[in-house]
């Protein structure tokens, strides 16, 4: 091969990557457009719940997430990944238009399990369907630096959705929401209009010498491909989570104990959304230079820190620990993101992602629930201090497999392109 046409095949793959991504940095920006989403804690107290009842909320959506995870993931194989997430995203904006018309705490129960069962079947789904795509059009090399902009796209609106979020809440609670909820109807337009339809039976990453690695169920591709690392990546990943999410959530809480205003305290929170949407723009380089192996423990010990230095009470120590140490999670998210891509084969992919995060959205309700339990017990900055022994944990579950080198992926089904590199 000449080096023009390598160089031709190369700005092909580039090409084809652009065209990939170009409306799913679209959809990115819509679906983020939540402006409900840096305040939505405040909105619950203000409708007479307590910090229990909003821990409550937040872990029943999550678990109920986790269990809708398996059937969602299932379909979204069966009938098509862009209509699993069309399905997710309609469900959410109804829920979202339901809780600005109600006050009653049950009434609020059921409409975040509904909001939980739309996260499950847009999750797993996205992700399975833009890296699919990637694979129908031998680009996933490319796949890192795609969801890194994926990331920021997404993040950064939120941070900007939250800021706007802010000061719409100054005129009512029904904008906020309702801004939100067409947002998310205007993402389901740009993926029925721009987003090629995948569903697992295309089986994009089976080459002709993978025909013996098919299988029937999700299940037994699942046990096929779990080695001791990667399940033991998908805990600690999950315990990350579990502690990155409520950690941002709950700061409103404790931001506010310390005295903290509403105002200052949306544009903090929209400031770390920020940080943690330009943050992930490093993640090709930190995979390229450290890895994900080495990137983990050092996500895990900055939450431990950021939760640590929370405890002090101070109000801006709490935002200069948030601001400079929440967006580097963020890296080892787009990394853990791609290594399970990695491990797992296209017939089965939004199924496998699926079951991946019913154990993520089981661990992020439980933190919920155990963090909103100790902010009341102990009090808002007490209970982040004694909180950050669950990201120390995973560190310690990371360690094995740091020192012992262990194999995380496996060489079956690997994508054309992969396997040529």
């Known amino acids: 091969m000449t080096t023009t046409e390598a160089l031709d ?6 090409d084809a990557a652009r065209s990939v991504a170009r409306p799913f940095y679209v959809y990115a920006v819509l679906a983020n457009s939540l402006f409900q989403r840096g305040v939505f804690v405040l909105f619950l107290y203000e409708r007479g719940f307590s910090a229990g009842q909003v821990a409550l909320l937040q872990t029943l959506i999550y678990l109920v997430s986790g269990l809708a995870e398996l059937p969602t993931g299932v379909i979204a194989d069966r009938i098509g990944r862009r209509a699993s997430i069309v399905i997710g995203q309609v469900l959410i904006a109804g ?9 009653n705490y049950w009434v609020f129960l059921a409409l975040f399990m509904g909001q939980g069962v739309g996260m499950a079947c847009v999750s797993g789904s996205d992700t399975a369907l833009l890296y699919d795509l990637l694979v129908r059009r031998g680009a996933t090399a490319g796949y890192v630096k795609i969801k890194s902009r994926f990331t920021m796209l997404g993040t950064v609106t939120s941070g900007v959705a939250i800021v706007l979020g802010g000061q719409l809440q100054q005129f009512s609670w029904g904008i906020v929401y309702l801004g939100s909820a067409s947002c998310l109807v205007l993402a389901v337009v740009v993926l029925m209009s721009r987003v090629p339809e995948i569903r697992g039976a295309d089986a994009v990453d089976e080459q002709d010498g993978a025909e013996k690695h098919r299988d ?3 299940w037994r591709a699942m046990l096929r491909v779990a080695t001791p690392a990667l399940v033991t990546l998908v805990v600690v990943s999950g315990l990350m989570h579990a502690t990155l999410t409520p950690y941002i959530i709950f700061t409103q809480k404790t931001l506010s104990d310390q005295g903290a205003g509403t105002a200052l305290v949306s544009v903090v929170i929209s400031a770390g959304f920020f940080v943690g949407g330009l943050v992930p723009l490093l993640s090709d380089r930190a995979n390229r230079r450290i890895g994900y192996r080495i990137v983990i423990p050092v996500s895990l010990v900055t939450l431990a820190v950021a939760l640590g230095l929370s405890g002090l009470g101070l109000v801006w120590v709490t935002i200069a620990a948030f601001l400079v140490l929440v967006g580097i999670p963020e890296i080892t998210a787009v990394l853990v ?12 992919r939004a199924s496998l992602l699926s079951m991946i995060a019913f154990v993520e959205s089981v661990l992020i309700g439980t933190g919920y629930l155990v963090l909103g339990t ?3 017990g102990l009090g808002s900055s007490v209970g982040m201090a004694t909180y950050a022994a669950v990201p120390l944990l995973a560190c310690l579950l990371w360690l094995p497999v740091l020192f ?5 992926t496996t060489e079956i089904e690997k994508p054309a392109d992969q396997k040529a590199s």
């Open 9 to 14: 095949g190369s700005a092909a793959v580039d």
């Open 95 to 103: 829920c979202l238009l339901g809780q600005v018309t109600s006050s």
């Open 216 to 218: 029937a169920t999700a």
């Open 337 to 348: 993101d791609n290594v399970l891509n990695e491990a797992v084969p296209s017939r089965h």
């Open 374 to 376: 100790l902010m009341d």
């Open 404 to 408: 012992r080198g262990a194999r995380v």
